[in-house]
């Protein structure tokens, strides 16, 4: 099982999704909750606000636990896990995505989610 953070980024009452442009075939073009890999030794708060500057160049706080979904991929079973995130500053920059967009939370599932993602947008939007 790979541990795997995800950060729910609200700015002015909408949500940060990215379109994966790099990685695991499963989730290549996919919309997702952007975030990545806890590394051995490190909190999956600090794996979470490393990951997003790695990945947009902007920083984050990880402040709490929503939820999470374990998925079962092809070759790999994921425990994703989701995190309120507040976005601190910084101008985006991708590097492991073809675009992002700040989407009212009602909107998330309109687009092609990577699977592991859905069931967290449809917590959200209890």
């Not at 995800?6 to 989730?27: F, Q, S």
């Not at 952007?34 to 600090?46: D, H, I």
């Not at 706080?61 to 998925?71: G, L, R, S, V, W």
Request: with cysteine; aromatic share 10%.
């Amino acid at each position: 099982m790979i541990t795997v953070v995800a950060a729910l980024i609200e700015k002015e009452n909408k949500y940060l999704i990215a379109k994966r442009a790099t990685g695991d075939e499963n989730v290549l073009g996919k919309w997702e909750f952007p975030g990545g890999k806890v590394e051995p030794n490190e909190s999956e708060e600090k794996a979470l606000e490393r990951e997003i500057k790695e990945e947009f160049e902007i920083k984050i706080e990880a402040k709490k636990f929503i939820t999470n979904n374990i998925h079962n991929y092809p070759k790999k079973q994921v425990d994703l896990r989701l995190y309120e995130c507040k976005y601190i500053n910084g101008e985006f920059k991708l590097h492991d995505h073809s675009e992002y967009k700040w989407v009212n939370k009602e909107e998330i599932l309109n687009y092609d989610l990577a699977p592991a993602d859905i069931p967290l947008a449809e917590y959200i939007l209890k």
